[in-house]
């Protein structure tokens, strides 16, 4: 692996040639110049410590680039502050949205403005499953019609299994490429005398959540991506049979006693936190966690992934013809005070570079097929980068896209219900009994 200084280095090489290649994108404005020379862009976002720190190093290029005075500022109140900025008048130029149902809420009630023509086709065109992020990028306005609002720029996967590579040695296993090969190797762990899977719900306030995790990504694996969409936004109900079926398919997992560490009795009441460290016992408690990319930071200290600890793209059906579905969040640029500046700064993140920076950091996946992924400073980043870039459809996190009261709420709680024995049916059934209330 190269160092980090040299891929920087690289980087800075590719952007000193983007200038004319950003100009093209830039409705005829000039990057090589100093065409913004004096606007100030306002830039409001979730991020602090070191991701303002990687934000600002991008946002700096572009800088250099337009000598603009781009000016970043984050909040761990981000949600609430953007709507009372946008109400009082004193938006930023553009705001960086968490969850796309917040940017929809906000281009609704006439707070966003449409990014400029064409944009949709150039991410149907440079994104990996580019058609996902114009969907989940384009909202109603305050007319009602629907025009692109939002662009996605820093990506979280979801759909990912953890495992330890040597457990897996030592017991003979290879990692499954398909859906039935994942239920065969459970089944496979469990007659060889040991436990296939470790699973915790438990998350304070927020304990159910991982489970909504599981049955989004099965959702993806057992129905046409129309299916999710309806039923994220309701027009499908909880207690249709297909989304009760995908419950289902989870409690395959979770309410079967031999297929999960300490018995399917266990699963609600363990922390998400402290259920992969079963994988790291001797012998070990289990041999597969699900979870999204972030919850190596749980894992033993000292742990090395990529070596002492590896993942694979929780795969699809092969029986099915559901493509490659990959399950996420990640972050929506979108403009909250119209200016050229604004617009600049969205062509701007279309450049290979403007993912590179980052990506030459810590903490950054792009469905930008243009990027040169071996910039990377960290392999196990390029490998989940991969997995996005495979990837056919991209959904965002069900539950993020919901109502409050549902997806943080009835949802979860719903989970932990059925995790403990209550039917499926029934807790669908409650669920959208929630939902309704909500109308």
């Not at 820093?154 to 330890?164: A, C, F, G, P």
Request: hydrophobic share 40%; net charge negative; glycine share 10%.
């Amino acid at each position: 692996m190269r160092s980090f200084s040299t891929t920087v280095e690289e980087i800075k090489k590719k952007v000193l040639f983007a200038g004319v290649a950003i100009a093209a994108l830039a409705s005829g404005a000039s990057f090589a110049g100093s065409h913004l020379s004096g606007e100030q862009i306002t830039v409001f976002g979730p991020w602090l410590g070191a991701d303002q720190e990687n934000a600002e190093a991008v946002l700096a290029e572009f800088a250099n680039l337009t000598g603009a005075d781009v000016r970043y500022v984050g909040s761990d109140s981000f949600e609430q502050q953007i709507r009372v900025d946008a109400e009082a008048g004193s938006a930023p130029n553009i705001a960086v949205f968490p969850q796309p149902g917040l940017a929809a809420d906000m281009a609704r009630d006439g707070f966003l403005t449409p990014l400029a023509d064409g944009t949709a086709d150039w991410i149907r065109d440079n994104y990996a499953a580019g058609q996902s992020w114009v969907d989940l990028g384009t909202y109603a306005g305050v007319d009602g019609s629907d025009a692109l609002y939002g662009f996605f720029y820093k990506i979280d996967v979801k759909s990912l299994v953890w495992y330890v590579p040597e457990n897996f040695e030592d017991a003979g296993y290879e990692v499954p490429t398909s859906m039935e090969d994942l239920k065969a190797l459970s089944d496979q762990i469990v007659a060889d005398g040991s436990t296939p899977w470790c699973i915790g719900l438990g998350s304070g306030g927020a304990t159910g959540w991982p489970a909504t995790d599981w049955v989004e990504d099965l959702l993806l694996r057992t129905q046409p991506v129309s299916v999710y969409d309806d039923w994220v936004s309701n027009d499908i109900p909880f207690d249709d049979p297909r989304i009760i079926a995908a419950i289902e398919e989870f409690g395959a997992f979770a309410r079967n006693d031999d297929y999960v560490s300490g018995g399917a009795g266990a699963v609600a009441s363990t922390d998400f936190r402290d259920s992969p460290k079963g994988l790291f016992s001797s012998p070990p408690q289990c041999y597969l966690h699900h979870q999204a990319s972030f919850i190596p930071a749980f894992f033993p200290e000292g742990t090395v992934v990529g070596e002492d600890a590896d993942f694979f793209y929780f795969p699809s059906y092969a029986s099915k013809d559901l493509g490659n579905p990959v399950l996420g969040a990640g972050t929506v640029w979108a403009i909250t005070n119209d200016s050229p500046g604004s617009h600049a700064l969205i062509e701007y993140l279309r450049t290979p570079v403007a993912h590179e920076i980052w990506m030459a950091r810590k903490g950054f996946l792009t469905p930008h097929k243009g990027v040169d992924t071996s910039v990377f400073g960290d392999p196990t980043l390029q490998k989940m980068n991969d997995i996005l870039l495979n990837a056919t459809t991209f959904r965002f996190d069900g539950s993020d896209l919901m109502p409050g009261g549902v997806g943080a709420g009835s949802f979860w709680t719903g989970m932990v219900d059925y995790a403990g024995g209550k039917p499926a049916a029934q807790v669908a059934a409650e669920i959208q009994a929630s939902w309704d209330a909500l109308k």
